[in-house]
């Protein structure tokens, strides 16, 4: 659900950049992009959301199979960089909000690696070895 939560806050910040600050106006939406990179950031945290929106239903886990999903979820990492990204890259003065909230999302991508390492050392270690290598 928190994902879903991220994704409705994107889609509605998005609108509002669209609607209310371009009024639709591409030409002024694509000097935008090239003139701020955190717009690029922005979009690409965005755009990474979408297919995670998509398939977190339990049918799409289904239809995609337990692997394929998993993988596919892991564009949520990629997304949160971007995101924390944008936020820093659009702060002009007062760094120290974005700076907080890049460093949960940096300790939270460590905790993350530390779970998948250990995970990573305890199935090599439980791992059945052949008959010839144990004596």
Known sequence: MIGLFAFFYGVLHF???????????MAEMLHDVVKRPFITAGFTSFVLMIPLALTSTTGWIRRLGGKRWQLLHK??????IAGAVHYYWLVKSDIRLPV???????????????YWVRAKQVRSATAVRPVSAVR
């Open 75 to 80: 564009l949520v990492y990629f997304s949160a």
């Open 15 to 25: 609108t509002t950049y669209i609607w209310l600050d371009k009024f639709f106006d």
């Open 100 to 114: 907080f909230y890049g460093s949960l999302v940096v300790l939270a991508l460590a905790i993350r690696a530390g």
